[in-house]
């Protein structure tokens, strides 16, 4: 009862903890809200009957003319969402400054806060403890490195808190309508979203005709804008080209670093790593589908297969930075924390581990380059591991023998036992 007692006391003191270092963290870190800013420009340009991508373009061109370029100064970012977007901005662009910003970060904040929940509501029940500490782990190591991804005020943030509320409800209820809502709205700023209808289909039953259709919809939304809005289509798609050429931001998956790496030595990256995407994809998939199977037949829990399989499903995206990480990396805590705890000898395995990965950190945090090497190795590592612990417990169940039933012959039948 004591011991229970100080772990309560010690996991909400890690809570409180974490909330005031919050604030401490963002009158430390400078700038903060560099997303959310990019956001805020589009909506001035729209005030102003600009272009986004082309103000963002000539924001980015002048930097590279300014001293700033020189003295190695922050990038800017350009407005990367497609033109559809653009009329989902607008009304907001008419609001008040003020009321948009207050709006904005009270979601922002309320769907952090609720991907932190769900996801900290899908640990076993004897791994509670570790769970409670392991839940505010996202906020300042997304992906398990430290990283204040979560001060830019990315919209990949409210997005993914959509997405897993609607998660949730497929999860508990199999109603996956919401969910379907959610990643069709999410698609329309980011299209490689639309990876995400694999979750359905590896963790709901007779999901395969609404993800196709939704797939379809989403496709056919990107499809269109170019005949819509071919001005603003062709400016978007110059400025999705300034994310490799200019940011040089290819992602932490395993496609994105081969690209970096051929890009790097001054090759053609884009027709070998979209073929390095398909093919680690279908092997991903296949896997988690192979898989799926034995939680479809109850041999596998919602809390051993859903930390896996979103695991999976993360990896299926093709760029992968470090907002569509952070909803994930508590799962990646998990199955990091299962994998100790199924070794020999767990204690070993954590004191050695633990200076490995504050090691990575180190190296992570010298550079941007370091820090997706290192992820990508995370990713790696515990899909792998993840998958072999998975199928270590199926076959200790099926290892494990049925207990025998009570002959009628070992039954006393007098008067007196019945």
Known sequence: MQ???????????????????????????????????????????????????LDGIDLQDAYL??????RGDPRPFVYVYSPITLLLLRPFASAPEALVRVSYWTLYIL???AQLLIARRLA?????????????IPLFFPGLLLFDSVLGGNIAFILFGLILLACWRGWTRQRWLAFYAAVLLASCFKTPYLTLLAIPLLSGRRQWIPASVTAAAGIGLFAIQ??????????????????????????????GRLGASLAALHMSYALPSVLFYLATSLLVFFFLFRLSRHYHAGRLSREQWIPFMSLGVMLLNPRLIEYEIFPFTFFMAIIAYRLIAYSAWPRLAATLLFPIWIGMNYFANRSRTGWKCCECAFLLVLFVGGYWQLQSSLRNLKQEKPRPMPQLSHLNHSPTSL
Request: proline share 9%; with cysteine; glycine share 4%.
């Open 226 to 255: 170019p005949y819509l809005w071919p001005v603003s289509f062709h400016n978007y798609l110059l400025a999705i080209d300034r994310i490799f050429s200019f940011n040089n931001d290819f992602g932490s998956g395993p496609a």
């Open 65 to 70: 003319r300014s001293p700033a370029a020189l």
């Open 111 to 113: 769907l952090i806060l």
């Open 124 to 136: 076993l029940p004897e791994e509670e403890y570790a769970a409670d500490l392991l839940t505010p």
């Open 3 to 53: 011991r229970r007692l100080s772990q309560h006391i010690l996991s909400r003191l890690i809570w409180v903890l974490s909330l005031i270092a919050i604030p401490c963290w963002i009158a430390a870190d400078q700038p903060v809200a560099w997303d959310f800013g990019v956001i805020q420009q589009a909506m001035h340009s729209l005030r102003n009957g600009h272009d986004p991508y």
